[in-house]
């Protein structure tokens, strides 16, 4: 029994391979998967590949990539969530990268919805570029390319803050702010003193990503504030600042 797992386990392998050699995008717009975030994919298509990726306006799309074959370069092209198999004739890349070994490509979504990425080589009636420029699209692509994609996301936040506009001296206030688009972590809340901004405290964040914290006004003059959100791995950073005058 013991001498039949080998086999077994190559059994295994072959039922598997079909699976991950389809890990791929589709092959037209209204076929395209969404793309797994922070999961390396890959392609292997002789026109182009197509995958969707949905973002709010103000998301920051990561997408590290690289060739792993044919004879050029692989080019990656973002789509706006608008362009259909109908409407792309024409179309231009809103961001747009090249490479023959591996690259990344950073762009901020400037409208809520499914962008579409392409894969395609880097030829005449292909996606031609040249680093970052935006180019028109010609879709009559016959040429091989094959490359590997990790992508992900980091959304959209906005920070406020908000405080009394003037405050007797000795008298406590409260600053309240919140961070839109996140529900955990925390926010540094800064003052500023000597023409620099100094950390006071930080501040957890509730679940509707609001905050407050107490002080006193200890003496008059004008008072700054500001907080910030560093971020994290899935959200951007943000920040917000506020004066309140003490009498």
């Known amino acids: 029994m013991k001498r039949r797992l080998p086999a077994l386990a190559a059994l295994a392998l072959l039922l598997l ?13 209204a076929a395209a998967p969404e793309l797994p975030l922070g999961q390396q994919q890959f392609g292997d298509v002789d026109r182009f590949d197509y995958w969707r990726v949905t973002m709010n306006a103000g998301d920051l799309l990561t997408a590290n990539f690289g060739l792993t074959g044919g004879d050029l370069d692989v080019g990656l092209c973002v789509i706006r969530p608008d362009v259909t198999d109908y409407t ?20 901020i979504a400037t409208t809520s919805g499914r962008w579409t990425l392409v894969f395609g080589a880097n ?13 028109d699209i010609t879709w009559d692509c016959t040429r091989r390319v094959a490359y590997e994609v990790t992508a992900s996301i980091k959304h959209y936040t906005r920070t406020t803050l908000r405080a009394p506009r003037t405050v007797r001296a000795g008298a ?7 961070v839109v688009g996140a529900s955990s972590g925390s926010v540094e809340l800064e003052r500023r003193a000597a023409r620099r901004w100094r950390l006071m ?5 509730r679940s509707d990503g609001s905050f407050s ?35």
């Open 123 to 135: 030829w005449y009636g292909c996606l031609l570029g040249s680093g970052s420029q935006s180019i």
């Open 172 to 178: 406590r206030f409260t600053l309240r702010g919140r």
């Open 17 to 29: 391979l079909p699976a991950l050699a389809r890990a791929s995008g589709g092959d037209s717009i």
């Open 213 to 247: 914290l107490s002080n006193r006004a200890r003496s008059r003059g004008l008072l700054r504030f500001r907080t910030r959100y560093l971020g994290d791995v899935g959200h951007r950073p943000s920040s917000a600042a506020v004066s309140v005058r003490v009498t």
């Open 88 to 107: 792309k004739d024409g179309a231009r890349c809103v961001a747009y990268r090249e490479t023959g070994t591996k690259s990344q490509l950073k762009f």
């Open 201 to 205: 405290t930080s501040v957890p964040l």
